[in-house]
């Protein structure tokens, strides 16, 4: 039930695309949007998470949200994932994009493969 209003159809083509990259090597329940930069986690399961690796927060940029994620995926030890529906409304952004889209695609594809096979 989420909205987003304001994002032109490549933006909107290149994220379904990542959805659907994460939801295949990664296919968590209950998630649809790998990439959100709006998510609230409970401070006992990143305590433990980063308590198990201290390398957790290890990324930057666009990529470190979907990076969060799916370590405590790795970890879920009876984590629930959920989602809430938001809206977005890139039409009320002052400024363009600071996304590097070639760069966030790059980064994106590393991250998979660093996270699904090293």
Do not use: C, H
Request: proline share 2%; aromatic share 16%.
């Amino acid at each position: 039930n989420s909205k987003t209003k304001g994002l032109n159809q490549l933006r909107k083509l290149l994220s379904f695309g990542a959805a659907m990259l994460y939801k295949l090597f990664f296919p968590i329940k209950n998630i649809k949007d790998y990439t959100s930069g709006f998510r609230a986690f409970k401070l006992k399961i990143i305590k433990n998470a980063w308590k198990k690796n201290k390398n957790f927060f290890s990324e930057n940029g666009f990529t470190a949200s979907a990076d969060i994620l799916l370590k405590l995926y790795k970890y879920r030890n009876n984590i629930i994932f959920d989602e809430v529906p938001i809206n977005l409304r890139y039409d009320l952004k002052k400024g363009e994009s600071k996304m590097k889209i070639f760069k966030t695609i790059y980064l994106s594809i590393l991250l998979i493969i660093k996270r699904k096979f090293i």
